[in-house]
């Protein structure tokens, strides 16, 4: 049997921000360029509780987004009937989950109701977060059991749910991409500079995606301080601030109002090439996750050329080479973030420009959209075999 029709579960999908929901529109994209009729199934909270709404999104590929209750195990309850429906309506031969939990374990639960094989896809802090309270770890070591086949971002990753489960099977390490046409090198725009309000002095730290503890804001925000000291800069956020973090925000404005003055949040962008676009309006790109999986920013900001500065968490230093496609610190040591900036920012710019040049090279030979459909190509043929 091949699969035809396959059911992907995510809990965020573009115009969701963030890394799962852009890994998630990306992998569905590429099972239908191969040759699935692919089902995304995903909550919402822009939708009333309940209500189901469809849309085609090209070819091969429908998304049915489920607005969520208020709390989770009756949004579970209520997904559980809609892919019921969805099964009897549209016979799938596999489903998907993309990321452990909620999305996993639903998708094991459905597959083995439908009498199909399962794939999960652990995709960063998922597995941490189960593991340790307050998280379920029965739930994790049932949904990575009983799932068909599993893959991670990274092989860090990897080998981290290998000892989980005994390492009684392989993980398949299925690595995020990137569009390196679309995410490429380009002169900074000055229209788009002087739109956000950024100086020609400045010199501008980037960061890409959700702002949250997670993915270092404290860092960032006392390294913009550190940096501010001693050079012209501002902090570009090419995406949003999670909203239960706008707290630490509002006090770093008050604790430091003119550094607080020069953040820059841009909102959120959902074209690609605008992404592109902010990216390259980055001097140093900044990626100080506490722990994190294989993040897309990263790869785009080293395909645009940029030199990234990022901690050690999850599979990052399987992309960057220290010292010679970017820049690593141990997220021990990641007090040291404003240090790190002005180090390289006080290198020559022939050397900075080198480290760009080898970030690229890097993505562009290990991190293209070709090896990952392949990739799913084969995953699909073994995992009916």
Not at 334 to 346: K, N, P, Q, V
Request: net charge neutral; hydrophobic share 45%.
């Amino acid at each position: 049997m091949t699969v035809r029709r396959l059911l992907m579960l995510t809990e965020r999908f573009p115009p969701d921000i963030g890394g799962v929901a852009r890994s998630s529109s990306r992998i569905a994209r590429s099972l239908a360029d191969v040759g699935c009729e692919v089902h995304v199934a995903a909550w919402t909270k822009t939708l009333q509780p309940g209500q189901l709404e469809s849309n085609p999104q090209g070819e091969g590929l429908i998304v049915h987004r489920i607005g969520m209750f208020g709390n989770l195990d009756m949004s579970l309850q209520h997904m559980m009937n809609v892919l019921d429906w969805l099964h009897q309506e549209q016979d799938f031969q596999a489903v998907w989950g993309h990321y452990l939990y909620p999305a996993g374990f639903m998708s094991v639960l459905m597959a083995e109701r439908m009498g199909v094989p399962s794939v999960v896809s652990a995709r960063g802090n998922d597995v941490d977060r189960m593991m340790f309270p307050p998280g379920d770890f029965a739930r994790l070591l049932w949904t990575l059991q009983r799932a068909t086949m599993v893959t991670s971002v990274s092989a860090e990753l990897a080998d981290k749910i290998s000892v989980l489960i005994a390492r009684q099977r392989p993980v398949r390490v299925l690595r995020n991409v990137v569009d390196g046409d679309l995410f490429a090198p380009a002169a900074a725009s000055h229209s788009l500079r002087e739109s956000l309000d950024i100086s020609p002095t400045e010199v501008v730290l980037g960061f890409c995606g959700e702002l949250r503890h997670k993915k270092g804001l404290p860092f960032l925000l006392s390294a913009l301080a550190e940096v501010r000291q001693q050079r012209d800069a501002c902090l570009l956020v090419i995406g949003e601030v999670r909203a239960r973090e706008q707290s630490q925000l509002t006090q770093y404005l008050a604790d430091l109002p003119e550094c607080g003055k020069r953040i820059r949040v841009t909102g959120l962008i959902e074209e690609p090439a605008t992404i592109a676009q902010h990216l390259n309006l980055c001097d140093v790109f900044l990626q100080p996750s506490v722990w994190d999986g294989l993040p897309n920013a990263v790869l785009e900001a080293m395909a645009c050329g940029r030199v990234v500065i990022s901690s050690d968490a999850g599979g990052i230093p399987e992309v960057i080479t220290h010292r010679e496609s970017g820049l690593i610190i141990p997220r021990a040591q990641l007090h040291r973030l404003g240090e790190a900036i002005l180090e390289l920012l006080a290198q020559p710019k022939e050397q900075r420009e080198r480290i760009g040049q080898l970030a690229r090279k890097q993505v562009l030979q290990n991190f293209q959209p070709a090896t990952e459909r392949a990739a799913l190509l084969q995953l699909l043929n073994d995992l009916t075999n």
